[in-house]
């Protein structure tokens, strides 16, 4: 499958729904390979919300994949969960991607939804178990901490027959997690060289557990504009960047040119890395098309050659 580069959206950065869709439409037009939505459900920014996302894509669109990135599975109800998925691989013919993980702890969505955090990460593996049978076996029993299942079923069953769950987050926990129930990883905002040692700690975890993930199957994101550090988009967004997660957005972002992309795109693949979610920076509609354009034109053939090479 080799490398792979699918844009996403942090937020809701248009001015409403035709300038969106035209945006997905050059997307699908572009050759970007899939679309994914941060899950996040309160918020004073505009942001939609990642399920109900995909179930629009599989109708818009024909040849892009998409995903979550990624969805907490602490604040979802498990089987609503494999059902939606379920659906939008049917209705899609299978080109859900879905994604999950155990979520921030920041997030005020769990004081909204009264969910607890803690032991988040223990209802998190039940989810994901719950899930993965609901996809592939025909009635399931399950009597966990947090989730009892008495012959339960779902159908259709996805159309996917081995449907991807990739998996999130880079602690022990998610590590551990990851080995156990995911066929993917994704990254989010670990830089190359913090990236390396994450991937090379799932596959021993993959390893002694005796499962398989393939190489192509660990994948990283960042977002990136053309232009500079002084223009006020990438002002904004570096400063709520540096506000939400206390991290350094100089880090993480990539402001400049399509050498610059790439050169941050070779050292991902160096450390492991082959699956791609780039977010664009931009102030409007206009803004965001130009950043997606740049990229289609101008990195989408270069990570072409890359894969031509690595053949």
Known sequence: MGIAVGLG??????????????????????????????????SREPILECMSVMAALAGATKRLKFGMNVASVGLRDPLLLAKQCATIDVLSEGRILPAFGIGTVRAPDWQATNRPTKARGKRTNEGLELISRLWSEDSVDFEGEFY????????????QKKIPLWIGGSS???IRRTALYGTGWQGAFETPDEIGPVIAQIKTAVAAAGRHIADDHYGAAFAYRYGSWDDEPVVRS????????????????????????????EAYVGAGVSKFVLRPIGGDDDDIMEQTQHLIDEVLPAVAALNKKAA
């Open 148 to 159: 009892h299942y008495t012959g339960v079923s779902i159908a259709p069953k996805p159309v």
């Open 172 to 174: 022990d926990a998610a």
């Open 9 to 42: 959206l942090a937020d809701f950065p248009f001015s409403g729904a035709p300038a969106y869709w035209r945006w997905v439409a050059q997307c699908e037009d572009g050759g970007v390979d899939s679309l994914w939505q941060t899950d996040r459900l309160v």
């Open 238 to 265: 570096a400063r709520a960047y540096r506000e939400r997660l206390e991290r350094d957005p100089t880090r993480s972002m990539v402001i400049g040119g399509s050498g610059d992309i790439m050169q941050r795109i």
